[in-house]
């Protein structure tokens, strides 16, 4: 589907380490398509999901295809961006790009680490990123403006209500405030789609914290999540150079002593990459034959033909029916065959919404 979460943050906080960490770690993993470097800054990541292992263990395919999203290092920010301070330009064109943001704030100490935004504020940083965007933002609406107003006033009832939405975007923003939050509801959406605005893109942020505070988190990342609380906004905290050195090792066997020795169950990029998948409001289901099992990416709620549409166009254009297994229905009776002889093979219609996991066989005529 080409989703992209780009990675953005002031110099100097763990923006490019922990870009380059994940990358290393797609790079490293022994398995087809694990990693494709499109651009020097944009790397294709796997989505970690041991379903499809434990799929592939089952049927012992030719291959096994995990599900993608890319991840880009977007550049630098410093505060005057929205006018064009520093790599401002290429920072905010860069983020009209990708379809959520990942927020690297620094929340940890270190003299040998310079910082032109004096002493270590996570609020501080995080409020000079917001500032710029919604600048950017307040800039796209105020060109429309003015001809929106006045074709509000004619006769048109879509001018008026475009006007309408334009209106409250331009006064949330004047307040300091971000356009997600407004929840805008689809129609709402498409009124301002042509503005592409930034802050209405989805938001993770990720806590850099030292490596003392890497399990407990420490003041600083204690002060971030208490002010995005009520952004309903996950805060991911980790040490991302810890993470670039796991990354960094080329033998499962050596991560493994090393997360080990650091009391780690897996690594904290693993969390990272699934919930910026889950930011984008996406679902997985699989196709599982012996040629290969693989995972597919689509939107949460689409329906069988739309699901179809992400193998090929074809199989939504001539869509007939959707064979459906549950994902837990496979792993309990172990294949295909004997969740079609105990009943747990479904078929289903051009209305139903694919359910996570759900492992599918479409039949199409084209």
Known sequence: MGLQAGIVGLPNVGKSTLFNAVSNSAKAQASNYRFCTIEPNVGLVNVPDERIDKLAELVKPNRTVPTQIEIVDIAGLVKGASKGEGL?????????????????????????????????????????????????DLESIDKKYS?????????????????????????????????????????????????????????LYVANVDEASMHTGNKFSDILKAKVADEDA??????NSIEAQIAEMEEPADQQLFMEEYKMKEPALNKLIRSTYQLLNLSTYFTAGVQEVRAWTIHDGWKAP??????????????????????????????????????????????YVVKDGDVMHFRFNV
């Open 306 to 351: 739309q699901a179809a549409s992400v193998i090929h166009t074809d199989f939504e254009k001539g869509f007939i029916k959707a064979e459906v297994i549950a994902y837990n229905d496979y792993i309990q009776y172990g294949s295909e065959t004997a969740c079609r002889e105990n009943g747990k093979l479904r078929i289903e219609g051009k209305e």
């Open 88 to 136: 401002g330009n290429k920072f905010l064109a860069n983020i009209r790009e990708v379809d959520a943001i990942v927020h690297v704030i620094r929340c940890f100490e270190d003299e040998n680490i310079l910082r032109d935004e004096a002493a270590i504020n996570p609020v501080g940083d995080k409020e000079i990123i917001e500032t710029e965007l919604q600048l950017k």
């Open 147 to 203: 001809k929106a107003e006045k074709l509000s006033k004619t006769s048109d009832p879509k001018a008026k209500a475009e006007f309408e939405i334009l209106k409250k975007c331009k006064e949330h923003l004047e307040k300091g405030r971000n356009i997600r939050e407004l929840n805008l509801s689809k129609e709402d959406k498409a009124a301002v789609a042509d503005l592409f605005l930034l802050t209405e893109k989805p938001v």
């Open 234 to 239: 996950q805060v991911i905290v980790m040490n």
